[in-house]
């Protein structure tokens, strides 16, 4: 069975150009990255700072694309690359309808014909639902006329999910985890930050052994216990 060729898929329902955007040679090799944001918390009297995640970063995909219309001939009159690269540049321009950039789907490998269900683009590794965050263009051979006959296009997608996409694949505040109390944080910012709630600041006192919450040293590693749902509180009641 044939492989398609690879191909961006614009996904505004207002978009008027091209919904799609097909590369000439498939990518020899994709570079993915991903990152975490770390913050560093002093401890007096420790010998390297404590880590605690703050947040994750977006992955990005990188590849590039290889164009050339040398098969027409070089020669006076020879067709410009630039009749296929500049149709990709429009997935970094500014959509008048949104006022941003366009959401799209970069694909490559699925059998001809083939379209994406949603457990494949969900899945599947050959989908990535992204933003284009960047284009670079390399010209790297021209006719005797200067007209540019090869070029390689390096394009770095930045991966692209709706709030409850990311909300979703959150698990809810049911084990224990830990905290390291920060200068003048208070314990009903954290229950706030933690189950949605300051209300919720006697749980972790209690969980804690707390006399005085609001005489805590800075750099106290606190327990935060679970939320229990009020419905398992009165059942075991």
Partial sequence: ????????EVLETSWTGPKQFSVQFNPAELTYSKAAQLAEIAIPGLDSPVLQFVRGTAETLT????????????ANGATSVTTMTDQFYQLVKQNPDTHAIPRCRFSWGAPAGAGPSDAEVSNAPSWF??????IERKFV???PEGVPLRARLTVKMR?????DQMVKALHSA??????IL???????????DEYGSPAEWRLIADANALDDPRRIPPGTIL???????????????
């Fill in 141 to 143: 051979l021209f006719s």
């Fill in 129 to 134: 639902t992204c933003v284009v965050e960047s």
């Fill in 174 to 179: 049911d084990h224990t985890k830990a905290h």
């Fill in 223 to 237: 327990k935060i216990p679970p939320m229990v749902p009020a419905s398992v509180t009165r059942s075991s009641s």
């Fill in 182 to 192: 920060q200068k003048q944080e208070r314990l009903d910012k954290i229950s706030s």
């Fill in 63 to 74: 590849a590039e694309l290889f164009f050339d219309t040398t098969d027409k001939g070089m």
């Fill in 1 to 8: 069975m044939a492989l398609q060729k690879a191909y961006f």
């Fill in 159 to 163: 991966e692209y999910k709706t709030v």
